[in-house]
């Protein structure tokens, strides 16, 4: 049985994603999955293999919560997390442009200081689902 990724590995993964391919916008809209490039949006890039297709390709389908209540099982298993709300703030992180920037140097992607912020929150969100995740079982 495959492990679900906790959301501190989803966060870190999309930062890690971003970084390293850019992001998957077009026109400054996201798109789940470009063809062309071979890579996703923050969510995109957790798609199974057979939903990475025209589909999801260079238009914003629907948010991540009505793609996920759509289709269910569009999501690799071990990012198939049961919060939605987190997938939709991985989503919101991705295609924000005010947090991230071209480094002039390395010429990648990386956060600004409204996206260390904005991560900073993300990672405090984490922190108390976790404690009232411990807190209910």
């Not at 400054?28 to 297709?53: H, Q, T």
């Not at 987190?86 to 140097?105: A, G, M, P, R, T």
């Amino acid at each position: 049985m495959t492990r679900l990724k906790s959301r501190t590995e989803l966060l870190d993964e999309v930062i890690s994603n971003i970084e390293t391919k850019g992001r998957c916008v077009s026109h400054d809209i996201c798109v789940y999955w470009n063809e062309e490039l071979g890579y996703g949006c923050a969510i995109g890039n957790f798609l199974k293999p057979e939903y990475r297709n025209n589909e999801f390709s260079d238009r914003h389908i629907e948010s991540v919560g009505g793609l996920l209540d759509r289709k269910p099982d569009v999501l690799l298993p071990e990012y198939n997390h049961p919060d939605k709300f987190f997938l939709e703030f991985l989503q919101s992180f991705h295609d924000n442009s005010s947090y991230w920037v071209k480094d002039s140097i390395t010429n990648k992607l990386r956060l600004t200081h409204a996206g260390i912020l904005r991560k900073a929150y993300i990672e405090g969100y984490i922190v108390g689902q976790e404690i009232s995740e411990e807190a209910t079982n």
